[in-house]
């Protein structure tokens, strides 16, 4: 779903000022802010921060005093990519907890697909997979037939069930799974993973079967032919089918219409027929 900016005149800080605590940085300060979705979304992060990177190196040359904007640095994956870059602690600011700086010189980027990930430019993924698949030791430890676990079932509200209509959900995953694990799958939380370890599934996937998630932008790092079978609402977009099309791997999409109306269009509760699973897996998978 796109985001738009508000107008100028609706910036309260421009009018009022900030009550926050200024923070002056001694030296060249990057700015890889890039909306709200980054500071706890996976996807958001290596789509819309780390592909920043690109674009600064690009025309400029790194230094040990330059400083780092970032929305947050709280979440594993976060502290992980950036190891994996190079980045040091030191030269890392939070802006979840400092969000007044001050700096001699202050960079920043235009949002790279500006604010629409169903149009996530092609570099910006040919460089996700260049930069991590290139420095990681590839090994297979998982299953290469996996469905995404998102263990988002529990929380379901069955005293009203209308509550959970913002969850994305399979009401029947229990049976999706056993299906599933007869045929030779194994689930997968993908929370339960590093960020090593994230890079490997995929890389050695021969199938992968999951809802319409962050967790999919692990796509980048299949290797060509990859089966995927997304699930998803009837109106959720296409980002992941856009990185699968790049990378040249065999996507398709199972779209369900929600139980109820959610605020969230990429969100709802989903009923998935057996049947209609195994027809997609008897005519993709051969």
């Known amino acids: 779903m796109q985001s738009r900016n508000q107008k100028i005149d609706k910036n309260e800080v421009l009018k009022f000022g900030t009550p926050r605590f200024l923070k002056k940085v001694n030296g060249r300060l990057f700015s890889l802010l890039s909306g709200g979705a980054a500071n706890n979304n996976y996807a958001h992060w290596l789509w819309d921060c780390i592909s920043k990177f690109f674009l600064i190196k690009k025309f400029y040359k790194i230094k040990k005093s330059d ?69 990681i030791k590839k090994k297979k430890i998982f299953n290469s037939k996996f469905f995404i676990d998102r263990g988002e079932l529990k929380n379901i509200n069955y005293n009203n069930i209308y509550k959970s209509k913002n969850l994305r959900i399979l009401l029947n995953e229990n049976e999706i799974k056993k299906f599933l694990l007869d045929k030779g799958f194994s689930f997968i939380n993908l929370n339960n993973l590093n960020f090593y370890e994230q890079i490997n599934l995929f890389y ?67 009923y998935l027929k057996i049947n209609r699973l195994n027809k997609v897996l008897k005519n993709f998978i051969k």
């Open 67 to 135: 400083f780092f904007y970032l929305p947050s640095i709280k979440y594993n994956f976060q502290i992980e990519t950036l190891k994996f870059i190079g980045v040091q602690k030191k030269q890392l600011i939070d802006a979840s907890k400092l969000k007044h700086i001050q700096a001699k010189k202050i960079i920043c980027t235009s949002h790279v697909s500006n604010f629409a990930p169903e149009k996530i430019p092609s570099w910006n993924l040919f460089y996700l997979r260049k930069l991590f698949l290139s420095k």
């Open 204 to 270: 050695y996937a021969k199938v992968i079967v999951g809802l319409y998630g962050a967790g999919l932008a692990n796509l980048v790092f299949c290797r060509k032919n990859t089966k995927v079978i997304e699930i998803l609402t009837k109106e959720a977009s296409n980002e992941y089918l856009r990185i699968s099309k790049f990378i040249k791997l065999k996507h398709i999409q199972i779209r369900l219409k929600t139980k109820f109306k959610s605020d969230i269009i990429q969100n709802g509760l989903m």
